[in-house]
């Protein structure tokens, strides 16, 4: 479990049994989760606030990428704090049955054809990845426009890892919070460097590589993924060695 803090200029990492999440400062003081990871950032995101010298109320909002489980672990308790939780309309659904999504390949062999990949999954459990709370309520997400949140990130619609996925871009940082449309670990075959997740958990990897388009029109030079480590060297470079890769 780790905060690594100011990995860009007002973004914080909070990295939690191989999942990270995000937080951005606002320029009024208000923060913004990027993500909500696994259950066990909960303690993780306190101790940050504590670093950062802010307050429980100072967090404005959860802006949800996707609505897989292990981005989905604080946010309904959260929510229950009176935080508002974004997300795209068709991610709505899976928020509320974060364990039903649609992927193209049986999850079951990952293991035995990627066994390096077995502590990675297992540290994803001890993290709370079976404990996951459905989120009652979440506000529509428009794509294409500025989220009236701290920070005002512009809402990328990037599809394909689910079918609502979105990337968020803070232009005036360089940066680009891709989710899992783009990552620098499979945590499904601990394979490292930028890539698209395993058809265990994605829906569509055709469309998924489809979507790297998207993210590379963006230019981002930081990429900030939810799985693995930050990338430096720009999206459009991200999104070609990703191409290359190739499904898996």
Same mark, same amino acid.
């Given at each position: 479990?780790?905060?690594?803090?100011?990995?860009?200029?007002?973004?914080?990492?909070?990295?939690?049994?191989?999942?990270?999440?995000?937080?951005?400062?606002?320029?009024?003081?208000?923060?913004?989760?990027?993500?909500?990871?696994? =259950?066990?950032?909960?303690?993780?995101?306190?101790?940050?606030?504590?670093?950062?010298?802010?307050?429980?109320?100072?967090?404005?909002?959860?802006?949800?990428?996707?609505?897989?489980?292990?981005?989905?672990?604080?946010?309904?308790?959260?929510?229950?704090?009176?935080?508002?939780?974004?997300?795209?309309?068709?991610?709505?659904?899976?928020?509320?049955?974060?364990?039903?999504?649609?992927?193209?390949?049986?999850?079951?062999?990952? %293991?035995?054809?990627?066994?390096?990949?077995?502590?990675?999954?297992?540290?994803?459990?001890?993290?709370?990845?079976?404990?996951?709370?459905?989120?009652?309520?979440?506000?529509?997400?428009?794509?294409?426009?500025?989220?009236?949140? =701290?920070?005002?990130?512009?809402?990328?619609?990037?599809?394909?890892?689910?079918?609502?996925?979105?990337?968020?871009?803070?232009?005036?940082?360089?940066?680009?919070?891709?989710?899992?449309?783009?990552?620098?670990?499979?945590?499904?075959?601990?394979?490292?460097?930028?890539?698209?997740?395993?058809?265990?958990?994605?829906?569509?990897?055709?469309?998924?590589?489809?979507?790297?388009?998207?993210?590379?029109?963006?230019?981002?030079?930081?990429?900030? %993924?939810?799985?693995?480590? =930050?990338?430096?060297?720009?999206?459009?470079?991200?999104?070609?060695?990703?191409?290359?890769?190739?499904?898996?």
């Amino acid at each position: 479990m780790s905060f690594h803090r100011d990995v860009a200029d007002g973004v914080h990492r909070l990295d939690v049994g191989h999942v990270s999440c995000y937080l951005l400062e606002g320029s009024g003081g208000g923060l913004t989760l990027v993500d909500a990871g696994l =259950p066990a950032v909960w303690p993780v995101l306190g101790s940050a606030l504590r670093e950062l010298r802010r307050r429980p109320e100072d967090l404005h909002a959860v802006v949800l990428t996707h609505a897989h489980f292990d981005h989905l672990g604080i946010a309904e308790r959260l929510r229950r704090r009176g935080v508002t939780v974004w997300g795209h309309l068709h991610e709505h659904e899976l928020a509320r049955h974060p364990y039903r999504y649609d992927h193209e390949r049986t999850r079951a062999s990952y %293991p035995f054809r990627h066994p390096r990949a077995v502590p990675i999954l297992g540290g994803m459990v001890r993290a709370g990845a079976l404990q996951v709370r459905a989120v009652r309520e979440v506000r529509p997400m428009p794509t294409g426009v500025r989220l009236p949140v =701290p920070g005002e990130p512009e809402v990328v619609f990037s599809p394909g890892h689910t079918w609502g996925h979105c990337a968020l871009h803070v232009r005036d940082r360089d940066v680009l919070f891709s989710g899992d449309a783009l990552v620098t670990l499979d945590p499904y075959t601990a394979h490292t460097g930028p890539r698209i997740i395993a058809g265990a958990a994605t829906a569509d990897s055709g469309l998924a590589l489809r979507s790297l388009d998207a993210l590379a029109r963006t230019r981002a030079g930081l990429v900030l %993924p939810g799985h693995g480590e =930050p990338w430096t060297g720009g999206v459009r470079a991200a999104a070609a060695e990703a191409r290359s890769v190739g499904p898996s």
